[in-house]
């Protein structure tokens, strides 16, 4: 079974297309656990470490063979809980990170914007990126941009909204050899944009890589 850990709600309809998708017959469990967000933009993702490993540990205790975590800010802290678990420990983020790196080949430098509605998000992705591109031996030149108001609209539920003002965010950018969106919850406005760069998002290639860490056990 593959444990999915979300700090919102919205997500689970979202992974749970995914699957009818792209693994049907796949086993899911949904752990919603709002606060940890709220906590971690409030003190540091480290500030939710420990409440972190308790959840975990708990849904390795229930059946759990890997777990994906969905949010970005907690994603490092949460991955990091993997060794002690003994299970697979994901963040959904790092195949998109890893995706966003390999961009332009031909060149050794790639420059990535990172676009996000919760300023706590930026630094962790940003993190990613760099560590992603050394493991690949590039060098990547980052940009952030916290799209202003657009968390608020997915806080009073507007998702059109919200979803519209990150992909008129991500029409603006310039000079980027890819736009990353830092947050699960962006998704859908990868498919709302006019640009021509590759806009890159995190919930599929997300759950394709906790997938197959989970396969062997499956």
């Known amino acids: 079974m593959l444990a999915l850990l979300h700090t919102s709600p919205v997500h689970v309809p979202v992974f749970d297309a995914l699957r009818d998708r792209d693994h049907p017959g796949l086993a899911l469990r949904h752990l919603v656990h709002e606060g940890l967000l709220d906590r971690a933009r409030e003190a540091g993702p480290e500030a939710v470490a420990a409440e972190l490993r308790v959840l975990l540990g708990e849904a390795v205790a229930e059946g759990a063979t890997a777990v ?3 949010c970005s800010t907690i994603g490092a802290v949460a991955e990091a809980s993997g060794a002690a678990l003994g299970v697979p420990v994901l963040r959904v983020d790092r195949p998109m990170a890893a995706a966003a790196v390999a961009v332009a080949p031909d060149r050794l430098a790639v420059r990535i914007a990172v676009v996000a509605a919760v300023e706590s998000t930026l630094g962790p992705t940003a993190a990613l990126i760099t560590e992603e591109a050394e493991r690949l031996g590039r060098t990547v030149e980052l940009r952030s941009l916290c799209v202003e108001g657009a968390w608020a609209r997915f806080e009073s539920g507007d998702r059109d909204g919200y979803v519209d003002a990150v992909a008129a965010a991500v029409d603006v950018i310039a000079g980027a050899d890819a736009v ?39």
């Open 180 to 218: 990353v969106l830092a947050q699960a919850s962006m998704a859908d406005a990868a498919h709302r944009t006019r640009t021509a760069v590759p806009v890159l998002s995190s919930p599929r290639p997300g759950l394709s890589a906790a997938v197959a860490a989970l396969r062997p056990e499956h």
């Open 68 to 70: 994906l975590c969905t």
